[in-house]
């Protein structure tokens, strides 16, 4: 990876902003979560649902706090952050011991992020077992017709039944992990039968990806692609080209199988011959400089960290070029600086534009990639909380 010093300079600069940030998050938020994005910049706190009150552990998105704290916790040497992120382990082992909102694949969001990570920096058995627990019930959602884990929704929900999206291949480190912990390979298995189905259906021939996909439940049968938040069911959703090349990326880092590598390779290239000069994406990648859209932050910072992998993976120091330039877009243009009201790390992201949610703001999982892509910047030989054990010890 370069070494330029512009680059160096920029990412020390926003690591302190970050940081700034993170210390205000332990005051905010330390037994309490935020809304999924900002409002003009600042997080609220998570509406009342769920049978939880205000601020509460509900939704896809809060592991992305104690996340984003570990990994700057790490990146500075900070022992406050990383203390403030054990902290959230006990909210965690409520939510899956109480059933609290657990009805999605995004449990690998949650407690790869909160509680693997705590076991595996500081042993802590009851967040593996936590984990684990979290590793059971989103067994639960695999529909052993198609090979797939249902992403959304009630298992019973005709509407949800058989259907899966992009953003799944990060939630199956989890599984990989549970076989690596237990020895069950049963984990590990619905991990790469889902991932092949992936591979196999939900990019299209000319390297884009769907956002979903859906099968047949009963015959398991591929039926068709679609999309949620997209800006249509053929165009290319950023942050769903993003999240492809981290998760194939990370398949092939458990499992070894290099059409998972050559595929993440083709959907990096799609995704940095579509970028505009200041190569942070557009939401949606039909877009360009002429359509007056909205950026997408978050999908850059996650691809920073997908061609980062990426490049470690097939040793193409040109992913590793493409990542820093992408992170010097963002620390010098899209960052905050820490010292202002607003409390996000980056600005000018997308949730759901088609909803009319969390557009043009900040948001919890652009926070945890871009304080992820900086640890990797700052420390190279960092062992990845997405990994294989092989580098840290198991307990």
């Known amino acids: 990876m370069s070494t330029m010093p512009r680059a160096a300079t920029s990412t020390d600069k926003a690591l302190d902003a970050a940081v700034a940030i993170a210390h205000s998050h332990l005051k905010r938020f330390a037994d309490v979560y935020p809304e999924d994005t900002t409002i003009d910049?600042?997080?609220?706190?998570?509406?009342?649902?769920?049978?939880?009150?205000?601020?509460?552990?509900?939704?896809?998105?809060?592991?992305?706090?104690?996340?984003?704290?570990?990994?700057?916790?790490?990146?500075?040497?900070?022992?406050?952050?990383?203390?403030?992120?054990?902290?959230?382990?006990?909210?965690?082992?409520?939510?899956?011991?109480?059933?609290?909102?657990?009805?999605?694949?995004?449990?690998g969001f949650l407690y790869t992020l909160s509680c693997v990570t705590a076991w595996r920096e500081r042993?802590?058995?009851?967040?593996?077992?936590?984990?684990?627990l979290a590793a059971d019930h989103l067994m639960t959602r695999f529909l052993d017709s198609a090979g797939i884990i249902q992403a959304w929704g009630d298992l019973a929900d005709p509407a949800q039944r058989g259907r899966t999206?992009?953003?799944?291949?990060?939630?199956?480190?989890?599984?990989y992990w549970a076989t690596e912990t237990t020895g069950d390979a049963r984990y590990r298995d619905a991990a790469v039968r889902h991932t092949r189905a992936l591979r196999d259906n939900i990019v299209?021939?000319?390297d884009t990806t769907h956002h979903t996909f859906h099968w047949?439940?009963?015959?398991?049968?591929?039926?068709?692609?679609?999309t949620a938040q997209g800006y249509g069911d053929d165009s290319c959703w950023a942050r769903g080209q993003a999240w492809g090349i981290y998760g194939f990326t990370l398949g092939y880092r458990h499992t070894g199988d290099e059409t998972l590598l050559e595929l993440a390779g083709r959907l990096a290239d799609y995704f940095l011959a579509h970028l505009p000069a200041d190569r942070v994406p557009y939401w949606d990648l039909m877009f360009t400089d002429a359509d007056g859209q909205e950026r997408d932050s978050s999908a850059a910072a996650i691809s920073v960290c997908g061609l980062l992998e990426l490049a470690a993976?097939?040793?193409?120091?040109?992913?590793?070029?493409?990542?820093e330039e992408i992170l010097e877009s963002l620390a010098t243009d899209y960052a905050t600086d820490g010292t202002g009201p607003r409390d996000c790390l980056l600005l000018h992201s997308v949730y759901d534009k088609n909803g009319g949610k969390g557009v043009d703001e900040g948001n919890l999982w652009g926070d945890y990639f871009y304080a992820e892509a900086l640890l990797r910047r700052t420390r190279p030989?960092?062992?990845?909380?997405w990994h294989p054990l092989e580098g840290k010890e198991s307990r």
Request: net charge negative; hydrophobic share 40%; charged share 25%.
């Open 41 to 107: 910049g600042v997080y609220p706190l998570r509406r009342a649902q769920y049978g939880q009150p205000e601020g509460g552990n509900t939704e896809w998105t809060t592991g992305f706090l104690p996340g984003m704290l570990w990994a700057l916790g790490e990146a500075s040497g900070d022992e406050a952050l990383l203390d403030g992120a054990q902290a959230h382990v006990p909210s965690f082992v409520e939510r899956i011991t109480g059933r609290i909102d657990i009805a999605t694949h995004d449990l």
């Open 123 to 132: 042993g802590d058995e009851v967040a593996r077992d936590a984990a684990l």
């Open 165 to 175: 999206i992009i953003d799944s291949l990060m939630n199956l480190p989890l599984l």
């Open 204 to 206: 299209r021939a000319d």
């Open 216 to 226: 047949d439940p009963e015959t398991g049968e591929p039926l068709r692609g679609s």
């Open 313 to 323: 993976a097939t040793g193409r120091a040109d992913y590793g070029q493409a990542a």
């Open 381 to 385: 030989e960092w062992v990845s909380y």
